[in-house]
């Protein structure tokens, strides 16, 4: 994928590409030229059908060799959250995969990317909250095709979602117009890479654990003084999309019986397809 601007051209960001984290996997590029346009989808959550849905209402194409191409070039930009929750997780990684070696995709990381990548790794990690569910999928798809190709896919799966930047960063004639994030960030952090700033993008401002085992989210939002770059994050389920500080989160609960939002970028339009069922059986 062309990724635009090098070393910043106009401003103070640097391409990770080829860097590695503190666990050593090798990063993929945190710049995405959107000179051609971006389409940025929200939280997906393995929620396949409503995913391809709202690609064809994008204007995406699926061509002979199972690839969706815009006619005018655009590329899409997932938030992360691919997977768990909902009953199609294998399908999400699979089109990522080919889609992001196709040069047509990109995704960030995420937290639920982040502990199945943890998962594929052979690392001690609790799967609940949905997690669970890509752990049977595995088991099934494994009975199905054999051990070998279920190893294989696995592999490729880990490789990529360890590889995924932990935010993108939107160019438009070289300079940064807008950053995609998974689940927030600060102004200070952009076109950097940290554990720290990691962690943040993975599960936003983190004020505790609560009685039922899921985060106490703060809302990032409010103490941005700063209203450029746009910041687009998901994460955290709002029942419409939500502007505020120079951020929107288009996370619209999908996997809870919501939405799937899609934000085009540079046009600031919203186009969303409603789920087809409560996959997750509870409240977002």
């Not at 666990?23 to 995913?51: P, Q, W």
């Not at 639920?112 to 690392?123: E, M, N, P, S, T």
């Not at 940064?176 to 952090?189: K, P």
């Amino acid at each position: 994928m062309d990724s635009g601007a090098k070393e910043g051209e106009n401003d103070n960001t640097q391409d990770i590409a080829g860097m590695r984290d503190i666990m050593g996997n090798r990063l993929r590029s945190n710049i995405m030229a959107a000179d051609k346009g971006v389409d940025i989808i929200g939280d997906v959550h393995a929620c396949h059908e409503e995913f391809l849905e709202i690609l064809t209402l994008l204007g995406y194409v699926c061509g002979a060799d199972g690839l969706y191409r815009h006619p005018e070039g655009r590329l899409l930009l997932s938030l992360g959250d691919i997977t768990s929750r909902g009953p199609q997780s294998i399908k999400m990684l699979d089109f990522f995969l080919r889609h992001i070696a196709a040069g047509l995709a990109e995704m960030v990381d995420s937290n639920h990317g982040w502990k199945i990548a943890r998962w594929l790794d052979g690392r001690k990690v609790t799967l609940a909250h949905g997690d669970e569910k890509v752990e049977e999928e595995f088991r099934r798809y494994e009975a199905e095709v054999g051990r070998k190709e279920a190893h294989e896919l696995r592999e490729k799966c880990r490789e990529m979602l360890f590889a995924s930047p932990s935010h993108m960063l939107l160019k438009l004639e070289g300079r940064t117009e807008a950053v995609a994030v998974h689940a927030g960030i600060r102004d200070e952090y952009i076109g950097k890479e940290s554990p720290a700033i990691r962690n943040f993008c993975r599960y936003g401002d983190v004020a505790g654990i609560g009685a039922d085992g899921r985060p106490i989210r703060k809302d990032w939002t409010e103490e941005r003084k700063r209203s450029h770059p746009l910041i687009v994050w998901g994460h955290d389920p709002r029942p419409e999309p939500e502007r505020k500080n120079g951020a929107i989160n288009i996370d619209q609960g999908c996997v809870f019986g919501g939405c799937l939002t899609a934000y085009r970028f540079p046009e600031d339009k919203l186009v969303s397809v409603p789920a087809r069922k409560n996959y997750a059986g509870q409240e977002a």
